[in-house]
């Protein structure tokens, strides 16, 4: 959350000639509201449900980048289809990524003191984050075009590798 998930991933799409799909956006145009308002409607199960389905969907027939919502890698079966693709971990400290999402408005999983959220979502994910990453790079007081950039290479550099 905060990481440049979306900024960065049609950035990387454009610079490799890729359609850009975003599993948060995909939901939202799928049941025509928004994931906040799926979270109050239907609850965290319900959507989570639904973002298991469109993951697998996007995993399996999507030939470009693709964003998953914070979440999405909690799922063991997620993760399981994530392990032959090239994951990306765009790594945000606490302090940006606090500043970056604000109050959470619009953000379900931030209702309450915003800070200790995003700590305990952090504490609580990063260990599946680096374990599913084929590479992993640093967010923190840079550019999304400069974070972009190391993600083209790194993607290049795996190309090369036998």
Do not use: C, W
């Not at 965290?44 to 298991?52: D, I, P, S, T, V």
């Not at 400290?93 to 979502?121: F, Q, T």
Request: aromatic letters at 4%.
């Amino acid at each position: 959350m905060g990481a440049g998930k979306t900024t960065v991933g049609q950035l990387v799409a454009g610079a490799l000639g890729v359609p850009f799909a975003d599993t948060d956006t995909v939901i939202e145009q799928r049941i025509g509201k928004t994931v906040q308002e799926m979270f109050v409607d239907d609850g965290e199960q319900a959507f989570r449900a639904l973002e298991r389905e469109v993951v697998a969907e996007h995993l399996a027939g999507h030939d470009g980048v693709l964003s998953l919502g914070g979440g999405a890698v909690l799922d063991p079966g997620t993760q399981t289809l994530l392990e032959p693709h090239r994951v990306v971990f765009l790594r945000v400290g606490l302090a940006e990524a606090v500043k970056r999402v604000g109050l959470g408005v619009g953000r379900p999983l931030l209702l309450g003191n915003v800070r200790s959220r995003v700590k305990v979502l952090l504490d609580e994910r990063a260990p599946i984050y680096e374990g599913l990453a084929r590479f992993i790079v640093d967010t923190d007081g840079r550019a999304p075009e400069d974070v972009a950039a190391e993600v083209v290479a790194a993607l290049a550099a795996l190309e090369e590798t036998p």
